[in-house]
């Protein structure tokens, strides 16, 4: 089971970091990825971790602002966002799939074994 948390309202320019408390599995064996989805949109990933010691995959749309960290004492994922824009207001999930997924595989919402429940990020002044 996943839980995401830590949405809210934010400036432009401004930082927020979401979290992503896993139960029943422990994170670091698993892939584990952040996707979003504004109104009228597709789902987005946007970063991805590949167990523990992989270096993190992010998508153009966020690289350089974004990035995935590990807390394996806390069994749990965090997405620190830089640098917000009103364009990365959406709905953010996290989700983990039980293997080692290849890089083509990251986006593909099928390939994600469980899912959190959604949290709301609002970039507006």
């Known amino acids: 089971q996943l839980q995401a948390y830590g949405g809210g309202l934010v400036q432009p320019g401004g930082s927020l970091r979401l979290s992503c408390a896993a139960s029943g599995f422990k994170v670091r064996d698993y892939t584990i990825g952040w996707f979003r989805q504004a109104p009228g949109k597709e789902r987005e990933g946007i970063s991805f971790l590949r167990n523990s010691d992989s270096n993190p995959v992010n998508a153009d749309s966020v690289k350089g602002r974004f990035t995935i960290l590990w807390d394996n004492t806390k069994n749990t994922v965090y997405l620190q966002m830089n640098s917000l824009q009103p364009e990365d207001t959406a709905v953010y999930f996290c989700?983990?799939?039980?293997?080692?997924?290849?890089?083509?595989?990251?986006?593909?919402?099928?390939?994600?074994?469980?899912w959190g429940q959604g949290t709301q990020v609002t970039v507006s002044s």
């Open positions: 989700a983990a799939a039980k293997r080692r997924l290849i890089i083509s595989n990251l986006r593909a919402r099928a390939s994600y074994d469980y």
